[in-house]
């Protein structure tokens, strides 16, 4: 019993911290505005064809000159329209150009590295196809990297249109906020690729292609960075948030929570590892205690007691992340979110150790 309520006490204590960097975070002093730089845009896509339009409308409406930035779409074998589509919007954006992987290069990793090998700035802004772009995006990404920042991770947040989807976004964006308040406390751990901008030396210095884990190079590279002393950036607030849809039902979510699980036993930030383990072991732990209860009512309290206290924190949390990043209406999401949390997170921590999923209708193992 003893142990379980210091595991639990220990990852509450994270909470707390990362509930604290976060306001570190917003709290910091403006970053002055630069001139513009020229920045190259990739977008690595496989059978999005129902997302591109979206996409190029989104590229359309960025408030940033013209001259100034390319975009390089990275074809990885797509089976359906997608690659005609986005020939075809090259009418519409002569500063797209499509690129497309040879029959020995397959995966995400491929498409990235071929995307930032062709790309003519030095400064690379990289999103997903499915995926709806701020308009102010890449001028924050200018002011940033003008000011001697090497990585910008940028936020995430779901387009939820169900109930399914509400928790979804609501387990997606406890994530996000994690990875900025780790930030926050000098620790950071945690991005995602589908807002993120960096120095094009720094992705070469990395080698990344050459990891054996299909995908990861979001959180690989910011591991890199920090390792080696370069300025890391964490952004936030409605101007640099990117939206995306989330998935669609519980078998693509467990798969994709998989996927990134599957990536810990490679990183080489020994602290996301720590981190990352005690986050299962807590959850695992609170299951433990809660079945445990069934034998001994006495310890009811206790089980309460504890589930009520990790619900506070992680609202607190989720509230500055959502507020600050202009997400409503998920309060009464939360509720039945906590409470499957725990099963969900325990169940694909110990699935993501075989190391299959299925993504981009592909298997891996």
Known sequence: MALIILILLTYLGILAAFTIGYYRVIERKPIPSSNNL??????????EAPNIAQLVAALKNLNYPKEDFEVIAVNDHSGDKTLIL???AQEELPNLKVLSLDNVEFGKKAALHTGV?????????????????????????SNLIGNHVDLVCGPVTYSPANFFENMAAIEFGGLVASGIGAAGIGM????????????????????????STPSGDDVFLLHYAKQNGRNIYFAFGEESCVTTAPDKNLSDLIHRRIRWGSKTPFYTDNTSKVVAFIVLTANLSLLCLGFWCIEDSSLLPRFIALYGLKATIEYGLLSVHFKVNNVNQWGKYFIPTALVYPFYITFTALASIRRKFVWKERSYR
């Open 86 to 88: 986005l020939q075809k």
């Open 117 to 141: 090998h062709a790309a003519q700035g030095t400064i690379i802004a990289v999103t997903d196809a499915d995926c709806c772009l701020p308009k102010e995006w890449l001028k924050q990404i």
């Open 38 to 47: 020229f920045i190259s845009i990739v977008v690595c896509f496989r059978n």
């Open 188 to 211: 950071p751990m945690y991005c995602n690729g589908a807002n993120m901008a960096f120095r094009k030396e720094l992705y070469l210095a990395a080698n990344l292609h050459t990891n």
